[in-house]
């Protein structure tokens, strides 16, 4: 059976909108099952139900990088109600508690806007520039208690122009996510990539 994929959002949802076409165009064989999603208007509720897949808003609480220990349930609940086997973080800009990461063991997926283990945390392209790199990227890793700390699945570069403005540069590292994260959660589903704590193995 096709695992049930459930997908976290806080913003525009194009990662989103990358896995579930991918799906649908049986590149990534899985099912994509919810859309959930801590900002009330957030363009990604748009683009699940442009799909058809189900989308809800559930509020984080009063926190501002973290969910509350309640909603955080609720999110749980939520995606075990769905049947959900792997969950993708797509522009999810709260911390994942250990309640969370125990309801879903080596199971929980990011996509971060830089070559990991530089610039994690907020506004990644825009510390790439100030920087001063040239190269910069995204990197696909699994989430562990730690901030974009998790092990490594998949990693692209991508070149940092002296044109570049820190929107012109995401805008660019998002192209290559919307092909990299459904083809490493592939790699995932079909044990192409394998992952024991920090051990990555790539058959
Ligand atoms: C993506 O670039 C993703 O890597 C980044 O947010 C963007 C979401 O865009 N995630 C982080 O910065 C997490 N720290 P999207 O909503 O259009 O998919």
């Known amino acids: 059976m096709a695992a049930k994929l459930g997908i976290l959002g806080s913003g525009a949802g194009s990662n989103m909108a990358a896995i579930v076409d991918a799906c649908q165009s049986g590149l990534l064989v899985a099912e994509p099952v919810l859309v959930l999603c801590d900002v009330e208007n957030a363009g990604i509720l748009e683009l699940a139900k442009e799909r058809q897949i189900t989308g809800r808003f559930i509020p984080p609480g009063p926190f501002k990088s973290k969910l509350s220990d309640d909603m955080e349930r609720r999110y749980i609940e939520a995606l075990q109600e769905a049947d959900v086997n792997w969950v993708l973080l797509a522009g999810f800009m709260r911390i994942i508690k250990s309640e969370f990461l125990r309801a879903f063991p080596e199971r929980i997926v990011n996509i971060h806007p830089s070559l990991l283990p530089s610039f994690p945390g907020l506004n990644a392209p825009a510390q790439a520039i100030s920087y001063g790199v040239q190269v910069t990227g995204t990197t696909v890793h699994m989430v562990d208690q730690g901030i974009d700390t ?54």
């Open 150 to 203: 998790g092990a490594i699945i998949a990693q692209e570069p991508v070149s940092i122009t002296p044109e570049d403005t820190p929107e012109s540069l995401h805008e660019r590292i998002k192209t290559t996510e919307h092909r990299l994260y459904p083809q490493a959660i592939s790699d995932l589903l079909t044990g192409k990539i394998k992952v024991c704590g920090r051990q990555v193995i790539r058959n």
